[in-house]
């Protein structure tokens, strides 16, 4: 992914790309033209987020409902 590709998706600027990803301003200035995988990683991750209404958001990111998989139950407390 390019640089200048990864700063349009999020948002336009390296002030915009810095906020959508929680770094500074310097960090997203030091990448390099080509982004390695694991920046590119991030970037798609961010746009991602990006899209998502906040419930959407909150759905994707909360602990998944207590099944009570962990308990025992009384046969196997014995």
């Not at 002030?15 to 390695?36: F, N, R, S």
């Not at 990006?50 to 602990?63: D, F, R």
């Amino acid at each position: 992914m390019l640089k200048t590709n990864a700063i349009a998706l999020l948002g336009g600027s390296v002030a915009a790309a810095a906020k959508a990803l929680g770094v500074t301003y310097q960090a997203v200035d030091k990448w390099d033209d080509v982004l390695p995988p694991r920046i590119a990683d991030r970037v798609v991750a961010a746009a991602a987020r990006m899209k998502l209404t906040p419930e959407e958001y909150g759905q994707l990111i909360a602990p998944p409902a207590d099944t009570g998989a962990g308990e025992l139950n009384e046969a196997e407390a014995g």
